[in-house]
């Protein structure tokens, strides 16, 4: 169930994760209200890599407080922004 790396970046950017790049492309979650928050993940630049395994795309769930489903359907689109800002709050997250 992997998923393509350029769709994932541009998914967890449209839901309000800003990136920075280094040694890795990073992405960190600010709220609605522009408050940080400790949800966070990155990704590789490798160039040969053009897609997210299922291993990695669990560990990226973690990295963001959610459940690998959960991060699937923030990726996919059927998880709101808000939606996502509701998780983390009923986990006191925020």
Known sequence: MQRDKRQVEASLE????DR????HSYFYYRT???KKTTARTKTSH???MKSIGDDLLGKMARQCHLTKPQFLNLVDCPLSRLGYEELLAGQNLL
């Open 32 to 34: 609605l209200e522009v």
């Open 20 to 23: 920075s790049e280094g040694d």
């Open 14 to 17: 449209a839901k309000g994760f």
């Open 46 to 48: 490798t160039p040969k």
